[in-house]
Structure formats: C-alpha cells, structure tokens
C-alpha cells in the first residue's frame, strides 16, 4: 500500500521559513514525479512546485524564485524549502506522486496517482 506523509508544517510568522518533508513508502518512487500542492481556506487546491524524475523542476508563479523542491538520494523524500513565508501562504500542503507517464502535466492533480493527507502551514502576519 503506497502511503505519502507530510511533515514540517506548523504556525509561524511572516518572514520565518519552514520546510516540509514528504516521505513516500509502499514502492519505489524512482521513476516517480513528485509534487506540492496547497489548500487555503475557502480556496479551491492550487498546485505549488514539483520535481520531474530527470530532476526537471517546476514552480507556480506565487512561489517561483522563493520556494525550492528537492529530493534526497534515496528518492523517497521530497522537501520543499520555504523562505520568508508570507501570510497568504497560509494553506494545509498536499503531497503528491505521479508515476512515470509521457504526458506528465505538473500543475495538473489528474496528473497524479498518490497523495498525502497534508501538513497545515500558518503564517501570522
């Protein structure tokens, strides 16, 4: 049974940074793209960034140049790095695995086959 759990979030304020941890078990996630979406109250889930299998980054534009995605060695962790996090970065943040396919959207929640139940990030302003 694939499973995909978040941690790292918690209640900070503005201008501190955090980094979420994505752990992955079930299978191996070599071939795997793996991805950060979020989920702010009343708001509908928007995708955050995500890390192809040939290392191949992506970003939504509200984060780009701020947040960084990473993988460790063993590919069954995914981190997302979260300097100065602003108070409209305040969302419950999702995990997500994508298995390897040719027509790989990034941004798309179709596009993925696992996902976590979420860690909350609060950011107080």
């Known amino acids: 049974q694939v499973q995909l759990v978040e941690s790292g979030g918690g209640l900070v304020q503005a201008g501190a940074s955090l980094r979420l941890s994505c752990v992955a078990s079930?299978?191996?996630?070599?071939?795997?793209?793996m991805g950060w979406f979020r989920q702010a109250p009343g708001k509908e889930r928007e995708f955050v960034a995500a890390l192809r299998w040939d290392s191949r980054t992506y970003y939504a534009d509200s984060v780009r140049g701020r947040f960084t995605i990473s993988r460790a060695n063993a590919k069954d962790t995914v981190y997302l790095q979260m300097p100065s996090l602003k108070p409209e970065d305040t969302a419950v943040y999702y995990c997500?695995?994508?298995?390897?396919?040719?027509?790989?959207?990034?941004?798309?929640?179709?596009?993925?086959?696992?996902w976590g139940q979420g860690t909350q990030v609060t950011v107080s302003s």
């Open positions: 997500a695995a994508s298995e390897w396919r040719t027509d790989y959207n990034p941004s798309a929640e179709n596009a993925y086959n696992y």
């Open positions: 079930g299978r191996t996630f070599n071939n795997a793209a």
